[in-house]
């Protein structure tokens, strides 16, 4: 099946090369919602992302022709996503808004600061826990809650079905929760108390 995919990809390469306005429009379907993930995790504003995502694509469109890739455009697409990222964050720490808004961060007080730390405490926490599934749990994990691939796109990705995508998943799922159940117990009496 995934053969099938990436065969089908490279058709769609070669007639974007060519100039087809569908290949482009399959290929945007392909990678934007992907694409648009991955920025919002960096961004946390949808609109910041959808913007990204469109200077990506119209980028795309402009150097079809230097297109060097042949079998997939995925790491080609994430690659250009990042850069975009990077310019973004670049402009916003040169705008007065942000500025601003460092200045307010600074005024925080010294509980909210508590919380953060807190809260990175959990998330390193969480990524250790993490390392301690089997290979393909952690795989599975990262697709689905960091990229948000759906199970159909993880499956196709790691070359399993889809069933054992769900299976391994519950597996994991509850694995970490049991190795957090403390640590969340502990956050949610903490945030009660505040």
Same mark, same amino acid.
């Given at each position: 099946?995934?053969?099938?995919?990436?065969?089908?990809?490279?058709?769609?390469?070669q007639?974007?090369?060519?100039?087809?306005?569908?290949?482009?429009?399959?290929?945007?379907?392909?990678?934007?919602?992907?694409?648009?993930?991955?920025? #919002?995790?960096? /961004?946390?504003?949808?609109?910041?992302?959808?913007?990204? +995502? *469109?200077?990506?694509?119209? &980028?795309?469109?402009?150097?079809?022709?230097?297109?060097?890739q042949?079998d997939?455009?995925?790491?080609?697409?994430?690659?250009?996503?990042?850069?975009?990222?990077?310019?973004?964050?670049?402009?916003?720490?040169?705008?007065?808004?942000y500025e601003?808004?460092v200045?307010?961060?600074?005024e925080l007080?010294v509980n909210?600061?508590?919380?953060?730390?807190?809260?990175?405490?959990?998330?390193?926490?969480f990524?250790?826990?993490?390392e301690? #599934?089997?290979a /393909?749990?952690?795989?599975?994990?990262?697709?689905?809650? +960091? *990229?948000?691939?759906?199970? &159909?796109?993880?499956?196709?990705?790691?070359s399993?079905?889809?069933?054992t995508?769900?299976?391994?998943m519950s597996?994991?799922?509850?694995?970490?929760k049991?190795m957090?159940?403390?640590?969340i117990?502990?956050?949610?009496?903490?945030l009660?108390v505040?």
């Open positions: 099946m995934k053969s099938n995919l990436k065969d089908n990809e490279m058709l769609l390469i007639a974007l090369k060519a100039g087809s306005y569908k290949a482009f429009d399959r290929i945007y379907q392909m990678y934007a919602k992907r694409l648009f993930a991955y920025s #919002l995790q960096f /961004t946390k504003s949808a609109e910041d992302s959808e913007e990204i +995502i *469109q200077d990506v694509f119209v &980028k795309l469109w402009t150097n079809r022709e230097k297109i060097k042949e997939t455009l995925r790491s080609l697409l994430f690659i250009m996503t990042k850069h975009y990222l990077i310019n973004a964050f670049h402009s916003k720490i040169n705008d007065p808004v601003d808004f200045d307010y961060k600074n007080s909210d600061a508590g919380q953060h730390l807190e809260y990175e405490e959990f998330v390193g926490r990524t250790k826990a993490v301690t #599934l089997p /393909t749990q952690q795989k599975i994990i990262t697709l689905s809650k +960091i *990229q948000q691939l759906s199970n &159909k796109e993880i499956a196709e990705e790691l399993l079905s889809e069933q995508v769900k299976n391994q597996i994991a799922l509850k694995a970490l049991k957090l159940l403390g640590i117990w502990f956050l949610s009496v903490l009660f505040n």
